[in-house]
């Protein structure tokens, strides 16, 4: 359960005493007071403790937040200081890139025993198991292996158990099924591996084992490369986001469809709640 300005109950209560004990105050200068309520005062004691610990500053408080209060390791996490490069990198205002990030982000990029969160797709297992070792070849491991090679979607069963389906998929061929799978926090598929700069897919994985920032690095390396056609027009994704051309930021991202999926309602709903904070903050 994420918390967020407007809850209320027994878990802000607890919260608030927390970050009293840590000695943070609210935005009055005056001791919280902890009476379960997640106002303007608890959400700017929330976003100093957060970019005290350099944990992403959103005044929300998810696991990571959590993670930090009870004082344990966030190495791994994303950064607050890595918006900020990703901002000067790209040249975009924190807040446009802090919006993006924040929509598509995937809440933590690890599973609880530490390995990167994964959604295997069997129907591109399928595809690269075609090219490489022939039609012949891939239909009768789908008919042997319908849950990690198949011409169709699907087949999700969530979290740890996408592991499951990986390792079987890479007991047939490994290149293929890392290929076959999108990674991290922020969800890209490893066989954009070359595309993106890597020296092989297993870099590509490799460093989406060592933190969260590679998370990000290779959501950057995806917003720098990729590109689309839109009115009959060639449109440069990182353009389009300098720009603020939602519309062609959403549909090269999402596809055509963005509209039907809420993407734009989400969109908004993140940057209507991080605009008062990095509303002003320009990319160097």
Do not use: C
């Not at 990703?86 to 530490?114: D, H, K, Q």
């Not at 591109?124 to 070792?133: I, S, T």
């Not at 008919?143 to 158990?161: E, H, L, W």
């Amino acid at each position: 359960m994420i918390l967020k300005f407007g809850s209320k109950g027994n878990e802000v209560i607890t919260l608030q005493q927390q970050l009293k004990k840590l000695g943070y105050k609210g935005k009055n200068g005056k001791d919280l007071v902890t009476d379960g309520d997640f106002g303007e005062q608890t959400e700017f004691a929330v976003i100093s403790f957060q970019t005290k610990v350099g944990l992403v500053a959103d005044g929300k408080v998810g696991d990571k937040t959590r993670q930090a209060l009870l004082g344990q390791s966030v190495d791994k996490l994303l950064k607050d200081s890595d918006y900020k490069a990703a901002a000067e990198r790209l040249n975009v205002s924190e807040l446009t890139i802090r919006v993006f990030g924040a929509v598509e982000g995937n809440g933590v990029g690890f599973l609880s025993n530490g390995k990167p969160k994964i959604l295997f797709e069997r129907h591109r297992m399928y595809v690269y198991l075609k090219q490489k070792k022939g039609l012949d070849f891939a239909n009768k491991m789908m008919a042997k292996y319908p849950n990690v090679v198949n011409t169709a979607t699907g087949g999700y069963q969530g979290n740890a158990a996408e592991y499951v389906r990986l390792e079987l998929a890479k007991q047939i061929d490994e290149e293929s099924a890392l290929m076959s799978a999108s990674w991290g926090q922020f969800q890209i598929m490893a066989e954009n591996w070359k595309d993106l700069g890597y020296a092989s897919v297993q870099e590509f994985v490799d460093q989406h084992y060592a933190s969260e920032s590679y998370h990000l690095d290779a959501f950057i390396r995806f917003i720098e490369f990729k590109s689309g056609t839109i009115a009959n027009k060639k449109v440069k994704l990182i353009d389009a986001l300098r720009a603020q051309n939602w519309e062609a930021v959403f549909t090269l991202y999402n596809g055509p469809n963005y509209k039907k999926l809420g993407y734009q309602a989400k969109f908004q709903k993140q940057w209507d709640h991080l605009e008062p904070i990095y509303g002003e903050t320009k990319a160097a």
